[in-house]
Structure formats: structure tokens, C-alpha cells
């Protein structure tokens, strides 16, 4: 189970993801946007998808291949701050209010 820790590095790491995936060929921009698009961990069923895309992408298939778009750059909907709240606020000494 992930890490306190580990969720927020994922949460500050997503918004890098579009621009990197889109930089990449389509197999790769397919995980990517379906990563972002779920949130969770790909099934057998998508993994099967992935590596058809890439084989045929590479040639490797015979089989022809879909073009992935472009993932949309855009900022979440959500405010990156989560909103805080103070109950008391104590000025200690030495302390320039």
C-alpha cells in the first residue's frame, strides 16, 4: 500500500505526464492517457491492448495500428491548495508581527 509520501509524489508528478507522453509513440501516450483518465492500475485486458499497439507500431504485427491523439495539457480542475484552517495564532518572542 502506498506511502503518504508516495501519493504525493504521484500527485506532483502528474501534470509532467501529458507533455512527456506526447513526446513518446503512440503505445506509450495510450498508458499514459489512460493512467490519467483512471487513476488506477491497468488490467490484463489493457496490458494485451498496450502490447498490440506496440507491436504493430514497430512493425513487429501485421496487424495495423490506431494513432493515439495528443493527451490534452491542461491543469487540473482542482485547486492544487487544499484549503487550511487556523484556530489560534500565537506571536512568539523575537517574532517581527
Given at each position: 500500500?502506498?506511502?503518504?509520501?508516495?501519493?504525493?509524489?504521484?500527485?506532483?508528478?502528474?501534470?509532467?505526464?501529458?507533455?512527456?507522453?506526447?513526446?513518446q509513440d503512440?503505445?506509450?501516450?495510450?498508458?499514459?492517457?489512460?493512467?490519467?483518465?483512471?487513476?488506477?492500475?491497468?488490467?490484463?485486458?489493457?496490458?494485451?491492448?498496450?502490447?498490440?499497439?506496440?507491436l504493430s507500431?514497430?512493425?513487429?504485427?501485421?496487424?495495423?495500428?490506431?494513432?493515439?491523439?495528443?493527451?490534452?495539457?491542461?491543469?487540473?480542475?482542482?485547486?492544487?491548495?487544499?484549503?487550511?484552517?487556523?484556530?489560534?495564532?500565537?506571536?512568539?518572542?523575537?517574532?517581527?508581527?
Amino acid at each position: 500500500m502506498p506511502t503518504e509520501i508516495q501519493k504525493e509524489k504521484t500527485r506532483a508528478s502528474l501534470p509532467l505526464l501529458p507533455k512527456w507522453a506526447n513526446a513518446q509513440d503512440g503505445w506509450c501516450r495510450a498508458i499514459a492517457a489512460d493512467v490519467l483518465k483512471n487513476g488506477v492500475q491497468a488490467s490484463d485486458l489493457d496490458i494485451d491492448r498496450y502490447l498490440k499497439q506496440f507491436l504493430s507500431e514497430k512493425k513487429l504485427a501485421q496487424e495495423p495500428f490506431e494513432d493515439v491523439p495528443q493527451i490534452e495539457d491542461r491543469q487540473p480542475d482542482a485547486s492544487p491548495l487544499d484549503s487550511v484552517r487556523l484556530d489560534a495564532v500565537i506571536v512568539g518572542d523575537g517574532v517581527n508581527a
